[in-house]
Nanobody, 127 residues
Framework: QVQLVESGGRLVQAGGSLRLSCAAT????????MAWFRQAPGKEREFVTA????????QYADSVRGRFTISRDDAKNTVDLQMNSLKPEDTAVYYC????????????????????WGQGTQVTVSS
């Protein structure tokens, strides 16, 4: 089992920045692909970004590429999401997710492949 707890969500003005953090406990954190998804009201959950185990290969949704940065600290068992140039359309509940990595460099945008999820943290961007 892996337990994930997100933090850092809040109300921020458009153009501002926010840093989300996800703390993991349980199994060996470094063996997992870590990702962030988000879900806006009335919309389906969507992929934001993912980072592979060890070598830190990253993948981003087109809507956030260049504005968001994912990073992980295997010593602290955390994965962070730095969000810059925020837009009102970034408003959503942000979820941290973990998937056991089958190989180095693995990432996936498919939410169904992630085994563990946090409870989510609300990000609201005002215009």
């Amino acid at each position: 089992q892996v337990q994930l707890v997100e933090s850092g969500g809040r109300l921020v003005q458009a153009g501002g920045s926010l840093r989300l953090s996800c703390a993991a406990t349980g199994r060996t954190f470094s063996n997992y692909v870590m990702a962030w998804f988000r879900q806006a009201p009335g919309k389906e959950r969507e992929f934001v970004t993912a980072i592979s185990r060890n070598d830190g290969i990253t993948q981003y949704a087109d809507s956030v590429r260049g504005r968001f940065t994912i990073s992980r600290d295997d010593a602290k068992n955390t994965v962070d999401l730095q969000m810059n140039s925020l837009k009102p359309e970034d408003t959503a509940v942000y979820y941290c997710a973990a998937k056991f990595a089958r190989y180095y460099g693995e990432t996936t945008t498919d939410a169904n492949q992630y085994d563990y999820w946090g409870q989510g943290t609300q990000v609201t961007v005002s215009s």
